[in-house]
Structure formats: structure tokens, C-alpha cells
């Protein structure tokens, strides 16, 4: 019912940056919270960054000063602006998104949905 795309990851030099994208799509009502998380083979997912519907955001504190989220409510999509990267930023980024979306006739329902992840790769 909801799909979230990322898209924009790749191999970057230290010191460059990259933008990452993620698309919402499907039956949705409306967006609340949005994120994105990334995970290193073998250790557990982290918290990258997260943006409210109303745009408040907050920041793992690695990426504090050089990663930036933002959100476009109409297009359903967000981003994630990444600067200075450094070696320790290569993980697989995924998106997540706290949907509320159409489940019935006349019905809403709410669920937490996470993308398909994007490989990030910072070379020194």
C-alpha cells in the first residue's frame, strides 16, 4: 500500500558530499514523522536523522554540522544532504516514514514503513 524509494547513493571521495532522495508512494493519507538510519554489516541500524511534520529535526550527533534533512510535504519525499563525509559515514542508508495511508473504504490506518536501503561508500 506504501513504498518508500531511496535513491542517490554511491562512492564519494573523503571530504565530498552526496544527496540522498526517498519518494513516498502509494495510498497515503498524510506523513507524519520521516528519517533516515543507516547500518554497517553486522552492528545494529542507527539513527541518522529524523524530521517532524513540521519540520523539526534532529541529528545523531557524528553527523551533527554536515548532514542536513529536509522534507517537501507535497512531493511526499525527503532528503538527507551529506557534507564532509568522512570514511565512518559508508553504511547502507535506508529511509523511514511514519505513514498514516487508506486501508478501506473509508478507513485509515497507520503503519511505519523503511525503504530499501542505498549504499553509501566513503573512500579515504
Known amino acids: 500500500q506504501v513504498q518508500l524509494v531511496e535513491s542517490g547513493g554511491g562512492l564519494v571521495q573523503a571530504g565530498g558530499s552526496l544527496r540522498l532522495s526517498c519518494a513516498a508512494s502509494?495510498?497515503?493519507?498524510?506523513?507524519?514523522?520521516m528519517g533516515w538510519y543507516r547500518q554497517v554489516l553486522g552492528k545494529q541500524r542507527e539513527l541518522v536523522a529524523t524530521i517532524t511534520a513540521g519540520s523539526n529535526t534532529n541529528y545523531a550527533d557524528s553527523v551533527k554540522g554536515r548532514f542536513t534533512i529536509s522534507r517537501d510535504n507535497a512531493k511526499k519525499m525527503v532528503y538527507l544532504q551529506m557534507n564532509s563525509l568522512k570514511p565512518e559515514d559508508t553504511a547502507v542508508y535506508y529511509c523511514n516514514a511514519d505513514v498514516e495511508y487508506y486501508s478501506g473504504t473509508q478507513r485509515r490506518s497507520r503503519a511505519d514503513y523503511w525503504g530499501q536501503g542505498t549504499q553509501v561508500t566513503v573512500s579515504s
Open positions: 502509494g495510498s497515503i493519507f498524510s506523513i507524519n514523522g
